[in-house]
């Protein structure tokens, strides 16, 4: 297929890449025109503007959005709406709020438009993962973009069948699925980041529990010493804990092992907090993930081993880097 993109950050640009590899054919395009120029090296074709853009793509033009959620987006939503036409889609494949999603496809209706929300994860390491995607919007869009998400997502690989799933039909073994009406997909990313939270806090306070087993406050028969790294390596082999999250961890660990390459300032890209604002309007307890998310605040007070771990996750699985510090 043919498709625009819109933003070539790191998970933009690798889009990009991955759906070239499988004989997609890129039209890009970037406020910053050394990002443009780079793609094109590589065989995309660039676009200096949005009209620039839509000019160069065939009817019915599909454009996905890679930019940073908010206001952002919503200009660039704006701005593609005046030059793209009935039977077109926009793609939103950043974090956006789900009710955002809902405004801007009500929005689009009179003009045809179709808006499609895309959950996307994976990180800076999707070029060769792929991505893991959960898509809104309408059906008959999500259909016949469906080639362009099949190339971006990981695919079955190796991954043994769930047990009693052998006669189910669908796509979520390929790594994307569609989840519904418009909103769905970031609904169901939103949630998905707030459980990261919870898991991410999980490992950060056990292995914060490990680094302090020697506290000089304990009995000296009963102080460790123990290798955070080894642990971290052990658990990856046959634990029930074992995850991608602890992959990463492991990887970081052994590059430090104190981890003294980060303050454990920790920053929240906005999903915790929505996630926990749907649980109160549903009256569902989120105790952990609410927990997770407060801990991330605090950490921009004061850092302990395991925010330095929070950290170190988020660097590794997206490449988020640390805040400059406030000066409080």
């Known amino acids: 297929m043919q498709m625009g993109m819109v933003g070539l950050g790191k998970m933009g640009a690798n889009m990009v890449r991955r759906l070239m590899r499988g004989g997609h054919e890129c039209i890009v395009t970037d406020l910053n025109p050394a990002n443009i120029a780079a793609l094109e090296k590589e065989g995309a074709k660039g676009a200096a503007s ?110 043994p069948k769930t047990p009693e799933r052998k006669s189910m039909d669908g796509t979520a073994e390929e790594g994307y699925i569609y989840c519904g009406k418009s909103g769905a997909g970031h609904f169901v990313k939103m949630v998905h980041n707030g459980i990261e939270y919870g898991l991410m806090q999980a490992y950060a306070e056990g292995f914060d529990i490990f680094k302090s087993a020697n506290s000089p406050e304990l009995p000296a028969e009963m102080r460790y010493d123990l290798n955070v790294a080894d642990i971290a390596e052990v658990w990856r082999r046959g634990s029930v804990v074992a995850s991608w999250l602890l992959d990463l961890t492991a990887m970081a660990l052994a590059e430090n092992p104190t981890l003294s390459n980060y303050t454990g300032f920790v920053q929240d890209s906005g999903e915790g907090r929505w996630t926990i604002m749907a649980a109160i309007e549903e009256s569902v307890p989120a105790d952990v993930l609410s927990a997770a998310l407060y801990t991330r605040f605090r950490s921009r007070q004061e850092h302990t081993f395991a925010e330095k771990m929070l950290s170190a996750m988020r660097q590794k699985f997206g490449g988020h880097i640390e805040a400059a510090k406030s000066g409080k």
């Open 50 to 159: 949005l009209a620039e853009l839509a000019k160069k793509l065939n009817q019915p033009r599909a454009v996905w959005i890679m930019v940073p959620a908010g206001d952002p987006t919503e200009k660039t939503v704006e701005q593609l709406a005046q030059v793209l036409e009935a039977g077109d889609t926009i793609i939103d494949g950043g974090n956006s709020y789900f009710k955002d999603d809902v405004r801007r496809s009500k929005a689009l209706g009179p003009k045809g438009i179709h808006y499609v929300d895309v959950g996307t994860s994976g990180g800076v390491w999707g070029l060769e993962r792929g991505y893991c995607m959960m898509i809104g919007g309408p059906k008959e869009a999500f259909d016949r973009l469906d080639p362009i998400f099949k190339t971006l997502a990981p695919g079955v690989g190796d991954i």
